[in-house]
């Protein structure tokens, strides 16, 4: 363990590869995080005003429709606060779209209706069929890469496109944000645009046709965000976002209740983070979200580095989180030990769409100022 570089900044080490260190010991991706802080972050120059600006013209342009903006809803902090923001503080009449792939815990449900009750958000429920979404599951613990939450993040994503476009709602009001998530290597978390991947992976491991998995190709994406002019909205980084601040509005406001870890609403994700990165791959996402924390001045670098030599989760949560997995995924404890100890394997031993994604990168540099520029 003391063998390993930590940055003199962050907690960020190199058990992320891409890591490298300038002559005062700080890494690569505090450098980033400060480049997209600059680039990105609103919320100290002028943000709320862009803000209202932007609220405004969504106003405006849903003044015959029964909603001006659509949200996804997970139950977790980010996207409960955002819902928080969008209804109560700035008043738009909102439709929310919750993915269940069948790994809520009792706790994330039930603050979702907390949430849409004490709000009145309109909800729908998409539930992915389980027989399929669990065959594509298991193909990816079997591929042996690290990011096994790909086939949900790209649902979850998919599924507010495409909502947006058969809606006809205009904007997708995001809590993904620079503050709590800008610091994350690629070879721990490869994204979950790329379907290409997905059908991929799936093709190879699976056994079960892929009939009604929300997916969106490369060409979608442009398609819906470019041509159809779908916005995408990370409000988040438009307002001063501190995630203890929020979490005590959300408390205090909505009576939601707090998982004690980042994203553990999901037991496949708790499962994820807690579990299967440690063990199979010695990665550990907290390091990653302390670090953004710590760069954004929310927590000091002591505080993070207490926080990361605690265990992820206790010892009979992660006992049991193992135990459910294998018994929900239908597989055996010998299948479930081999995939822990088949060789590691990245998203590049595998047909993606990485190329075309660099290819088609100023393309997607173009989408992505129209969808997150607020003026
Ligand atoms: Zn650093």
Redesign the pocket.
């Known amino acids: 363990m003391s063998d390993i570089k930590i940055?003199s900044?962050?907690v960020?080490d190199e058990t992320a590869i891409e890591i490298n260190f300038d002559e005062n010991g700080?890494?690569n991706?505090?450098h980033h995080y400060d480049d997209v802080l600059v680039k990105e972050i609103f919320s100290n120059k002028g943000g709320e005003e862009k803000i209202q600006k932007l609220i405004s013209e969504i106003k405006e342009k849903g003044r015959n429709s029964k909603y001006d903006c659509l949200i996804g809803l997970s139950g977790g902090v980010d996207s409960s606060y955002v819902a928080y923001l969008v209804r109560k503080k700035y008043g738009l009449r909102v439709f929310a779209v919750h993915l269940d792939n069948g790994w809520n815990t009792e706790l994330a449900v039930a603050n979702v209706e907390q949430i849409v009750k004490r709000l009145d958000i309109d909800l729908q429920t998409y539930v992915l069929d389980w027989k399929e979404f669990r065959d594509i599951q298991l193909s990816f613990l079997k591929a042996s890469i690290s990011n096994i939450e790909i086939p949900t993040d790209h649902a979850i994503w998919a599924l507010l496109i495409k909502t947006a476009a058969k809606m006809k709602i205009p904007y997708i009001i995001a809590g993904n944000n620079v503050v709590t998530e800008s610091i994350m290597p690629e070879s721990w978390l490869y994204g979950s645009k790329d379907s290409k991947l997905i059908k991929s992976i799936h093709n190879k491991f699976g056994k079960v046709k892929m009939k009604t998995f929300p997916s969106l190709s490369t060409l979608d994406y442009v398609d819906y965000l470019l041509v159809r002019g779908i916005r995408w909205v990370p409000i988040l980084n438009y307002v001063h976002y501190n995630k203890a601040e929020a979490k005590q509005i959300l408390i205090e406001e909505l009576g939601w209740r707090d998982y004690g870890g980042k994203h553990y609403e999901s037991i496949f994700t708790r499962f994820f983070h807690a579990y299967y990165l440690p063990v199979k791959f010695g990665y550990d996402l907290r390091k990653s979200y302390l670090?953004a924390l710590v760069c954004s001045g929310q927590i000091s670098r002591e505080e993070a580095l207490e926080e990361i030599n605690k265990p992820p989760a206790s010892k009979e949560v992660l006992d049991n989180d193992r135990e459910y997995v294998i018994k929900k995924l239908g597989i055996t404890e010998l299948e479930f030990d081999q995939i822990l100890q088949s060789p590691n394997k990245t998203y590049m031993d595998y047909p993606n769409n990485e190329a075309m994604w660099k290819r088609f990168n100023n393309v997607i540099k173009i989408a992505r100022k129209r969808i997150t520029r607020v003026d």
């Open positions: 940055c900044r962050c960020m700080v890494c991706f505090c670090s």
